[in-house]
């Protein structure tokens, strides 16, 4: 028998995790027996994605929910054998409250993220004057762009639905979603589908009234407001059930090692060398570096500066969550939503609170409620300067302000991720394509992660998934 190839993954958060157990699963099937390490600077493996319980509160400290549309992470938990923990977001109080003028309120039902789906309740809203509703009613006529370059986000939004519906709509919804300013995001590379509505329709309200004849099972959901909330999933555990199911499945076959940083690498003509915090020098066949764009730059820039420029010049910004438990009897607002999020306008001092214990009810004791509140992001890189005590006062503070909310919580946490949000600028797709092709001649390396075609988990998961089986074949 051949001696085992060896691969080594550089990072264990959850792209990390997905291309272990793919690799196992590529091992099986094809036969080929696999030597499999993967490498964590931190001390836990699940990097962005965790859950604690806190004085029975159940508490996902990063990502909480992922899109069950996109099969990255569905169909990854059908074959870990965890199905059955999947849970729906509650319905009961489905929907997202915008903050207008220091009061929360609706966002119109049907509007998701960046369409109005639904008609009438545009016309009802406060939200918006009657010249920003004609406007925004207008997009139905204004022509789909001709020559597309990349746009920003904002600049679409404006061009289809008018300033209004950006500044107190849009923009938080977005802010909230990926910590960003829509003026720099790129439309395509970030949520490429309302371009494609827009050029497949002719306008994003012929495209929500086209997707209504459909049958329900084929069209998106449509009752939600802010995020298409029936289209996400949790995990019954939080998302941490993902982590140790990954982490059990692949431990059989691949050694783990935490606390370890790998701090160089080298291509070495049959393979690669790769240095650790330890002291010790190690060879692979395969590569997989699952990393935030900037941490791969730092690797990459030994052997190829092109390329390691090309790496960091991806944007990321830095965001904290603060996760709080309160008495409802503390809290004046009714929380009938899944969150609020706050326009820049507002001039408030966080970008969103997510009402966790709503979306999915078992994640509070009895009688109280999990808020998480979003502070930092691209537009307020500021905040991270806090304290976490101060961090906490400062949303205590806007918390009492936005929603009443008074009292001692019955704990207070910040979670913070640092250069963790990947910003897709405009150029973002040209930058991926170009840094793709210039990973290309090196055999057996490949990059994974969110810091490229998509965001989010079930991205995450695919792309990993993707990598692993390219340096499977590759290596
Ligand atoms: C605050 C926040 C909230 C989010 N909420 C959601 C959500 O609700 N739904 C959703 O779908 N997505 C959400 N996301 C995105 C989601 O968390 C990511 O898609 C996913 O966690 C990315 O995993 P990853 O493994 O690619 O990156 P990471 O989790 O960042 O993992 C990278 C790992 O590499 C390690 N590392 C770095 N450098 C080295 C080195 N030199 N050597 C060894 N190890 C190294 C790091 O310690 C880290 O553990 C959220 C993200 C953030 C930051």
Redesign the pocket.
């Known amino acids: 028998m051949s001696e085992p190839r060896r691969i080594v993954i550089?990072?264990?958060?959850?792209?990390?995790?997905a291309a272990a157990h793919r690799f196992q699963e590529l091992s099986v099937e094809r036969q080929v027996p696999l030597d499999i390490v993967l490498?964590?600077?931190?001390p836990r493996?699940?990097?962005?994605?965790g859950t604690i319980r806190e004085q029975g509160y159940l508490v996902?400290t990063?990502?909480?929910?992922?899109?069950t549309n996109k099969p990255g992470?569905v169909s990854l938990c059908r074959r870990l054998g965890i199905e059955d923990r999947l849970i729906p977001t509650d319905t009961k109080y489905r929907g997202a409250l915008v903050l207008y003028e220091g009061r929360p309120v609706p966002v119109p039902d049907g509007f998701q993220l960046l369409s109005p789906t639904a008609l009438w309740p545009m016309v009802t809203t406060p939200l918006l004057s009657p010249w920003g509703k004609l406007r925004l009613f207008a997009e139905y006529f204004v022509p789909p762009a001709k020559n597309l370059i990349d746009e920003s986000l904002a600049s679409f939004v404006r061009r289809r639905l008018g300033a209004e519906a950006l500044d107190r709509l849009v923009q938080p919804l977005v802010g909230g979603i990926y910590?960003s300013d829509p003026e720099t995001l790129s439309l395509a590379a970030t949520i490429p589908r309302f371009l494609e509505m827009e050029q497949r329709h002719g306008s994003l309200i012929r495209a929500a009234l086209a997707d209504r004849k459909k049958p329900s099972a084929e069209s998106s959901d449509r009752t939600s407001s802010g995020a298409r909330y029936g289209l996400f999933a949790g995990l019954k555990g939080g998302l941490q059930d993902l982590v140790d199911a990954l982490t059990t499945s692949v431990s059989a076959n691949c050694a783990i090692r935490l606390e370890?940083?790998?701090?160089s690498l080298k291509p070495t003509g049959t393979g690669w060398r790769l240095g650790l915090s330890t002291g010790e020098w190690w060879d692979a066949d395969g590569v997989l570096l699952?990393?935030?764009t900037h941490?791969a730059s730092?690797?990459v820039d030994d052997f190829d500066k092109p390329l390691a420029g090309l790496l960091s010049e991806i944007d990321y910004a830095s965001?904290a969550?603060v996760v709080t438990g309160h008495k409802l009897a503390n809290v004046r607002h009714p929380l009938n939503a899944f969150g609020l999020v706050i326009p820049e306008r507002e001039r408030r001092k966080i970008l969103a609170v997510s009402f966790s214990s709503r979306k999915f009810p078992d994640r509070a004791p009895e009688g109280c409620v999990l808020l998480r509140t979003?502070v930092g992001g691209a537009l307020h890189p500021e905040a991270m300067l806090q304290t976490d005590e101060e961090m906490i006062a400062t949303v205590r503070e806007e918390l009492a302000k936005t929603l009443g909310v008074t009292g001692e919580p019955d704990f207070a946490k910040v979670?913070r991720?640092v250069r963790?949000?990947p910003q897709y600028t405009l150029g973002h797709l040209d930058r991926v394509a170009a840094i793709e092709a210039g990973v290309k001649p090196y055999r057996g390396l490949e990059l994974?992660?969110?810091g490229y075609r998509g965001?989010?988990?079930?991205?995450?998961i695919e792309q990993?998934e993707r990598a692993a089986e390219r340096v499977f074949e590759g290596s």
């Open positions: 550089v990072g264990a958060g959850l792209s990390g995790l490498v964590e600077s931190g493996a699940g990097g962005a994605v996902d990063g990502a909480d929910s992922f899109l992470a910590t370890t940083r790998v701090t699952t990393l935030p941490a730092e690797l965001s969550i979003f979670c991720y963790a949000m994974a992660g969110t965001v989010g988990v079930p991205d995450a990993a």
